[in-house]
């Protein structure tokens, strides 16, 4: 038996309550996809906070 | 309202079902279908799951002009028939409640459009629902009896923004589509109107039927398919056209003009002597002749990513 009772008001808005959440968590996983997919398909990142990036030093001639 | 009122009031208890039936989900499926053929034959690739998310929100955005349509037209869904079980005119929602989600539905299928995908797919979603609500649904659907031409223009725009999300832009190939939908509306929707006996006159809409009478409508019927004819089969000439889509839209505009041409030569009488047959099949036809020419670009699309178009030479 459960501990609680619920109010009619509940059982009165269980699908519209389902139907939220449904929606909520499908957006969710819509952004999460999306971020990923842009992620995947965006130019290359580089993290070279405190250095010089290597794609932007000119090439250097090896030593003969 | 106090808090024990609001929560013994039963007014504007909807269900889940009373939303979705906010989004008239039939007329959603020609959106999705059309979108979908737009976005596939446009010659930009897009990632699947994008196009997933794109066609949904055109979707959802459709759904929602649907809204702010039953929003606003609560007062004559509930005179006639066929609408009056809609969630407003049934009671089971207060119009509040229909024009919050329309909106809110708005703003979200544009604004995640536009994130998804491109800025100008947004904004046409956008002007698309601004056409259906505003200028069709408030502005012209109670004022003009061509009222089904111009909202016709509402339900023809998704291929274009399903070929905007592929290339950011508009060429010829999506505004022959779009005139194909645009053409094809009244045609479908007179033929409609001949054999549904609606009380569009008590609900205060200027229907042709009811302005300009049966006789009239039966040459209006006939004339669209005349000019829709030469647009649809030219489609066939543009880059997402070739030989199996000439094919199709041959035969299928050959058999939408002979039975128009059969609806243009009945009377009323022999109409209801046979319970509009002519005209019903008609009906039902052109939901196949429009599933046909876009079917058919779907097809030749397959054929050019196949390279079966260029090994007979065709662009």
Same mark, same amino acid.
């Given at each position: 038996?459960?501990?609680? #009772?619920d109010h009619?008001?509940?059982k009165?808005? *269980?699908?519209?309550?389902?139907?939220?959440g449904g929606a909520l /968590?499908a957006f969710?996983?819509?952004v999460?996809?999306l971020?990923?997919v842009?992620v995947?398909?965006?130019?290359?990142?580089?993290?070279?906070?405190?250095e010089?990036?290597v794609?932007?030093? &000119?090439?250097?001639?090896?030593?003969? | 309202?106090?808090?024990?009122?609001?929560?013994?009031?039963?007014?504007?208890? !909807?269900? %889940?079902g009373d939303?979705?039936?906010?989004? #008239?989900?039939? =007329?959603m499926?020609?959106?999705?279908?059309?979108?979908?053929?737009?976005?596939? =034959?446009? &010659?930009?690739?897009?990632?699947?799951?994008v196009?997933?998310?794109?066609?949904?929100?055109?979707?959802?955005?459709?759904?929602?002009?649907?809204?702010l349509?039953?929003w606003?037209?609560?007062d004559?869904?509930?005179?006639?028939r066929?609408?009056?079980?809609?969630? /407003? &005119?049934?009671?089971?929602?207060t119009?509040?409640?229909?024009?919050? @989600?329309g909106l809110? *539905?708005?703003?979200i299928?544009c604004?995640?459009? !536009?994130?998804?995908t491109?800025v100008?797919?947004?904004? @046409?979603l956008?002007?698309?629902?601004? @056409?259906? +609500?505003?200028?069709y649904?408030?502005?012209?659907?109670?004022?003009?009896?061509q009222?089904i =031409?111009?909202?016709?223009? +509402?339900?023809? @725009?998704? $291929?274009?923004?399903?070929? !905007?999300?592929?290339t950011?832009? /508009?060429?010829?190939? $999506?505004?022959?589509m779009?005139m %194909?939908?645009f053409?094809?509306?009244? &045609?479908?929707?007179?033929a *409609?109107?001949?054999f549904?006996?609606?009380d569009?006159?008590?609900?205060? =809409?200027?229907?042709?039927?009811?302005?300009?009478?049966?006789?009239s409508?039966?040459?209006?019927?006939?004339?669209y398919?005349l000019i829709l !004819?030469?647009?649809?089969?030219?489609?066939?000439?543009?880059?997402?056209g070739?030989p199996?889509?000439?094919?199709?839209a041959?035969? %299928?505009?050959?058999?939408?003009?002979?039975?128009?041409?059969?609806?243009l030569?009945?009377?009323?009488a022999a109409?209801?002597?046979?319970?509009?047959?002519?005209e019903?099949?008609?009906f039902?036809?052109s939901?196949?002749?429009?599933?046909g020419?876009?079917?058919?670009?779907?097809v030749?699309?397959?054929?050019?990513m196949?390279?079966?178009?260029?090994?007979f030479?065709?662009?």
């Open positions: 038996m459960a501990i609680t #009772k009619e008001l509940h009165r808005r *269980l699908t519209r309550n389902l139907g939220l /968590i969710c996983v819509i999460f996809g971020t990923i842009k995947k398909n965006g130019s290359m990142m580089q993290g070279f906070d405190h010089p990036r794609s932007m030093t &000119p090439a250097v001639e090896p030593v003969k | 309202m106090s808090d024990i009122g609001y929560l013994e009031s039963k007014e504007g208890d !909807a269900q %889940l939303y979705i039936a906010l989004l #008239k989900p039939r =007329v499926s020609l959106v999705v279908f059309t979108a979908f053929v737009g976005l596939v =034959v446009a &010659p930009v690739p897009v990632h699947p799951f196009g997933f998310i794109a066609i949904l929100f055109i979707a959802l955005g459709g759904g929602a002009s649907a809204a349509n039953m606003y037209d609560a004559i869904d509930k005179i006639m066929r609408t009056a079980n809609r969630p /407003i &005119p049934a009671g089971r929602m119009g509040g409640e229909a024009l919050g @989600f809110g *539905l708005s703003g299928s604004v995640m459009l !536009a994130l998804a491109n100008f797919s947004g904004l @046409f956008a002007f698309t629902i601004f @056409f259906y +609500a505003v200028v649904t408030i502005w012209l659907k109670r004022s003009t009896p009222n =031409v111009i909202g016709g223009a +509402a339900g023809a @725009f998704p $291929p274009m923004i399903g070929w !905007a999300v592929a950011g832009g /508009i060429s010829v190939e $999506p505004v022959a779009f %194909l939908v053409l094809w509306t009244p &045609p479908h929707f007179w *409609l109107a001949l549904m006996k609606e569009y006159s008590n609900a205060g =809409v200027p229907m042709l039927t009811v302005t300009h009478g049966r006789k409508t039966r040459k209006h019927i006939f004339a398919t !004819a030469p647009i649809a089969i030219g489609t066939g000439f543009t880059s997402i070739g199996v889509y000439l094919a199709v041959l035969v %299928l505009n050959l058999m939408f003009i002979q039975g128009a041409w059969r609806i030569k009945r009377d009323e109409a209801q002597a046979d319970s509009y047959k002519v019903k099949r008609v039902y036809f939901l196949l002749y429009l599933f020419h876009f079917a058919a670009l779907l030749e699309k397959c054929l050019d196949m390279g079966v178009s260029q090994m030479g065709w662009f």
